[in-house]
């Protein structure tokens, strides 16, 4: 029964509100999303932090996703030891990179007066969370080896199963504890996402690769 | 031919007298909130100096505008691809030290402060932080009147065109020599703002040329502070949104000159419509950096010329906006007698704020406690006004900040200010012969009329022959489908509340 308020209420729950506030927060509030960028008042400890953390984390969460989609291609891939050695490596490297900007982005925030001045307790919030999450994630790829490999039979049918409104947690219940809490750390920053600095990763600007140099706006439709 | 009409602007730079009015002006409307105290839209700088902020005209520290690779047109900034590889830390963004810390003075302590042996002081306080400042390193119009030359004047790139001999007499105390430049957003036709702007926030409305930073949009990547070569896009960091000049176009579409042009003491300012080509915009952006000027002024058109009316009415343009363009004063500075100068055009955001250079720190050099005028004869030019080759404030140097270095372009100009001296004071003062005032003419390729049109628009203008507004209108025209008590109830509540008002 806590499971299952666990692994299906909460998830459920988690990216409903999450969706909701988000196209909320769209509509009513536009001017409110921002990535509230720092860099102006604080730029050296910033490049050590920002650039690690961003980079490594990107890769992670890209490698996360893959593996969702392509399962059947990734377990191919992983099927063979010196790629799923490689794999590995790569993911605890990216996984230590983002961890030490962090804590830098941290460390950051605490000691640089004019940073607290723009930080909010929801980026205090925020932090530890995501401090929690990319920790928790190098401590399960370190103590739970292999886990590119064992994700596809574990996370991955379940997060399938909840997305096809079929929930069945059984693939996760049997988990070690720091794995599960990983995941539903996962689900918590996903509901934080929408009332948080967090959205500006819904609208990093792809659109610039394709859209001309200059904007033009006319009050009047032009013929 | 795409005829499109802007909103242009001339500072008469012979005429500022360095009251800084202007800037207060801006910022009391403007800039007076939480995140923009160090926000100066409008900012009066001395010349030569480092400016604000601190050499915004050095591009390889900065990387704004544009520059030419392979005969291409490129942002200096960054590719598109590379702008949003960096997004998570922009290598070249100024930082608020670049500006200076915002502070106030805890003038409580005056009041508060215990009976004691020492009379009490008002610290500065950092309204930033909101902690007790130690000492204050910079602030607004820091090196204001030559003030620290030698750590500001002389760091002025403009004067790396020098050689080190006319660096070094600069600063001699008898040819001490600046002048004053305000700046505000030139609201360029390539505006480089808008171009290094990843998420598209800022665009430039084409009925008027304005260019605006859409709050709603912006999303804090902070790409326009650098991509701006002017230095006018500006981060609000207490928001996180960039903020910039807006022309005032809420005063504009009502009518009324912005306010840094409405209260300039010196009255140097002057608004009017300029009609141009849109199809040369890229081309235009794209000769070499000697035939910038040239080639800008080429992409004005003749608001007379039946076949410009014609094109610019095809393009919606109203006959009220082609009658606005017809008297713009800017137009007779910049086109017509070709003596306002756009400000950097080597960065090729063809800026629409042009300058008139100054005369005075550039003539009258002294020699041993004497105005020298050795030399006049040969250049044909009556003893009043020393030899524009020996000038005070080598031309060089007015090349480079008004023409991309064509010195051709700056002397022009300043042959023809100098016909305008000497024929008035033939006129009042009647000490020059009739061949002087001749020469002088000749020289600067004019007539009697236009000389004594330059006078009259210059020294005598009226406010309404200084600033002709379009008939922009929206204001009013808002009129026709809203009721204006309601438009009215929505405005000075905040961002947020207008927003959730708003149908859709
Ligand atoms: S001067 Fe104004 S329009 Fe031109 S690039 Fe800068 S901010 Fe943009
Ligand atoms: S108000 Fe006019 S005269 Fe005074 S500093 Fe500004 S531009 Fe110059």
Redesign the interface.
Known sequence: MFDNALFIGFPYAAVTISIAVTIYRF?????????????????RK??FG??P???GLITILLGHLTALLFSRLWGLFTANQTRLYVLEITGLALALMATVGLVILFYRRMAD??S???TSELDWILLVVLFLQVGLGFWVAYYYRWGSDWYLHTAVPWLVSLLKFQPDITYVTALPFWVKFHFLNGFTIAFLLPFT?LV?LL???????W?E????????A?? | MDIRAHVSMVFHLDKCIGCHTCSIACKNIWTDRKGTEYMWWNNVETKPGTGYPTQWEDQEKYKGGWEKKNEELKLKLHSKLGGLGNIFYNPYLPTIDDYYEPWTYDYENLFNAPEGDDQPTARAISMITGKPMDSIEAGPNWDDDLGGSPLYARNDVNLDELTDDEREQLNELERVVFFYLPRICNHCLNPGCVAACPAGAIYKRGEDGIVLLSQEKCRAWRMCISGCPYKKTYFNWASGKSEKCILCYPRLESGQPPACFHSCVGRIRYLGVLLYDADQIEKCASVPDHELVAAQRNMIQDPFDPEVIAAAKKNGISDAMITSAQNSPVYKFVKKWQIALPLHPDFRTLPMLYYVPPMLPVLAKTKDGNYDVDGLEKEGLPAMLSSLEKARMPIKYMASMFSAGNVQEVEDVYRKLIAVRIFKRAQKVKDYQQADVDAALSQGKTTAEEVEAIFRLTALPTYEERFVVPPLGREVAVEAWEVPLDHKREAGFGVRNKIAKRKF
Request: glycine share 0%; hydrophobic share 40%.
């Open positions: 509509f009513f509030d536009p001017y409110s999303v921002s990535s509230q960028s720092s860099q102006f008042l604080e730029n910033l490049f920002s650039v953390w961003h980079y007066a004019r607290q001045a723009v600095r500006h609208v990093y600007p792809l659109s610039y690769l859209r140099h200059q904007v033009v706006i006319w009050n009047k032009r013929h």
